[in-house]
């Protein structure tokens, strides 16, 4: 396990140093530039030669940007990722700041999406060509193939603007919160997070739950599955430890490349629900150019891209103790 470890490893940094070189270059030869967008074309705001040349010496603007990379890896080495250009503050710290948002909505998405898509899964392959079975998975297919950002618009509509049950857009209420008891702020995260997870869920769920049926369904036509029946044991213990453990395996790849989406998040959905985490950042550095923020966030969705399948590996041998790294 642990030269495998190594390998990977060795594989990754290479991979990690592609990653990051190919999106700098993409980045610092998009149209515009963190100064020339400060200006937002009014001539008012408009900076001299002079001041223009300074704050690029000072932002690394001025040197071409191979050399810019350099500079940021040389950075980076140092476990420094810079200072954000627009918000003037580290890139670490800006980071940090939207993770919390973030983790909220998507893990407990991921955990609403585990516990509800593998008991359904089990069921519809217990359940399988019935009336009841049908009827579920029409409505699942249904839901998979609604648009997450459409089923946003709907909910905002009708939750919030017919009905008034909901918070359209935010985290928390930005008038009363601060006066809330702990109880209330609780509540008031709460009901602003209701429609974003629900959105954030769905889908999944609706994919996560057919994933499983259809492996179980591979499973149970298996010649042990045909033993274990022969010799008696219970339906149910069939389903549950023998055939639903042979459909972890690609179950656990699935959830180790889930973790890159932990912290990204869904950058539409954040968008349209105003929620202040990593898929909104994201999107407002790419548009203000702010180079050192995207590169921030490019090497933490590529480092838990990497991370993300190097658990799934290691939880092969964790589910099928066949499974050895030699």
Same mark, same amino acid.
């Given at each position: 396990?642990?030269?495998?470890?190594?390998?990977?490893?060795l594989i990754g940094v290479p991979t990690l140093i592609a990653i990051t070189f190919i999106v700098y270059a993409l980045i610092r030869n998009m149209p515009g530039?963190?100064?020339?967008?400060?200006?937002?074309?009014?001539?008012?705001?408009?900076?001299?030669?002079?001041?223009?040349?300074?704050?690029?010496?000072?932002?690394?603007?001025?040197?071409?940007?191979?050399?810019?990379?350099?500079?940021?890896?040389?950075?980076?080495?140092?476990?420094?990722?810079?200072?954000?250009?627009?918000?003037?503050?580290?890139?670490?710290?800006?980071?940090?700041s939207r993770m919390g948002p973030t983790l909220l909505l998507t893990i407990t998405s991921l955990i609403l999406t585990y516990l509800l898509a593998i008991p359904?899964?089990?069921?519809?392959?217990?359940?399988?060509?019935?009336?009841?079975?049908?009827?579920?998975?029409?409505?699942?297919?249904?839901?998979?193939?609604?648009?997450?950002?459409?089923?946003?618009?709907?909910?905002?509509?009708?939750?919030?603007?017919?009905?008034?049950?909901?918070?359209?857009?935010?985290?928390?209420?930005?008038?009363?919160?601060?006066?809330?008891?702990?109880?209330?702020?609780?509540?008031?995260?709460?009901?602003?997070?209701?429609?974003?997870?629900?959105?954030?869920?769905?889908?999944?769920?609706?994919?996560?739950?057919?994933?499983?049926?259809?492996?179980?369904?591979?499973?149970?036509?298996?010649?042990?599955?045909?033993?274990?029946?022969?010799?008696?044991?219970?339906?149910?213990?069939?389903?549950?430890? $023998?055939?639903?453990?042979?459909?972890? /395996?690609?179950?656990? &790849? @699935? #959830?180790?490349?889930? +973790?890159?989406? =932990?912290?990204?998040?869904?950058?539409?959905?954040?968008?349209?629900?105003?929620?202040?985490?990593?898929?909104?950042?994201?999107?407002?550095?790419? $548009?203000?150019?702010?180079?050192?923020? /995207?590169?921030?966030? &490019? @090497? #933490?969705?590529?480092? +838990?891209?990497? =991370?993300?399948?190097?658990?799934?590996?290691?939880?092969?041998?964790?589910?099928?103790?066949?499974?050895?790294?030699?």
């Amino acid at each position: 396990m642990i030269n495998f470890l190594i390998r990977r490893l060795l594989i990754g940094v290479p991979t990690l140093i592609a990653i990051t070189f190919i999106v700098y270059a993409l980045i610092r030869n998009m149209p515009g530039t963190p100064l020339t967008l400060a200006e937002g074309g009014d001539p008012s705001r408009q900076m001299s030669k002079e001041d223009y040349d300074r704050l690029a010496r000072i932002y690394g603007l001025d040197k071409p940007w191979p050399q810019g990379y350099l500079v940021w890896a040389k950075s980076l080495a140092t476990f420094d990722m810079g200072r954000s250009i627009s918000r003037k503050e580290p890139v670490a710290t800006l980071i940090a700041s939207r993770m919390g948002p973030t983790l909220l909505l998507t893990i407990t998405s991921l955990i609403l999406t585990y516990l509800l898509a593998i008991p359904l899964g089990l069921w519809s392959t217990v359940r399988a060509d019935s009336l009841a079975e049908r009827t579920v998975s029409v409505g699942l297919y249904m839901l998979y193939s609604l648009p997450s950002f459409v089923a946003a618009l709907f909910l905002q509509i009708l939750l919030a603007v017919k009905l008034g049950w909901l918070p359209l857009f935010g985290l928390v209420d930005a008038q009363t919160h601060d006066s809330m008891s702990a109880l209330g702020k609780a509540w008031d995260v709460f009901l602003h997070s209701l429609m974003p997870v629900t959105c954030f869920t769905y889908g999944s769920l609706a994919y996560y739950s057919r994933f499983i049926k259809a492996n179980m369904e591979e499973a149970v036509r298996q010649d042990y599955i045909r033993t274990a029946r022969a010799k008696g044991v219970p339906p149910r213990q069939i389903i549950r430890k $023998h055939a639903f453990r042979n459909t972890l /395996i690609p179950l656990v &790849t @699935l #959830m180790g490349l889930t +973790l890159p989406s =932990l912290l990204s998040g869904a950058i539409i959905l954040e968008r349209i629900f105003a929620w202040p985490g990593m898929g909104t950042l994201f999107f407002e550095s790419i $548009h203000e150019r702010d180079y050192p923020t /995207i590169m921030g966030l &490019t @090497l #933490m969705f590529s480092s +838990l891209t990497l =991370l993300g399948q190097l658990l799934a590996d290691i939880l092969y041998a964790v589910v099928d103790p066949r499974v050895t790294y030699n």
